[in-house]
């Protein structure tokens, strides 16, 4: 049952029109609402959030993979400074790294401590603000 319901999630993540998905984070306190893009192709996943100036206040983008692995995030041409949030296949935040815009190599980069099959991007200090930690859950709004 498990194993169908995490397919489930994985086709409607997938499925969603990039302008109007939401996530949920359960932080055990609170939920908090985020509107993120998807990057669900090599392309977009590469892409990022590369030269964009602004990013709108509680939103992202959900990066997603087809495989749990250790993820490695650079911010190479990011204009914005961004928490990086690493989540796991259970959909469990496992990492979060703040990272700084990157104008020339080289970079910086950003690994998570354990293997992560989705990673969220957000304005900086957002996991703060909001007490986001290692083992809160995401819910993805349905």
Known sequence: MRKILIIFLIIFLISCT???NEILI???QKIIKINVEIADD???RNNGLMF???LDKDSGMLFTFNDEDYRTFWMKDTLIPLDIIFINKDWKIID????VPCKEDPCRLYHSSLP???VLEVNAGFAQRNDIEPGDK???NQ
């Open 42 to 44: 090599e392309n977009e």
């Open 116 to 118: 992560a099959k989705y």
């Open 96 to 99: 979060i790294k703040n990272a």
């Open 26 to 28: 359960n932080n055990g």
């Open 138 to 140: 995401i819910v993805l």
């Open 52 to 54: 964009r100036k602004e």
């Open 18 to 20: 990039k302008n109007s």
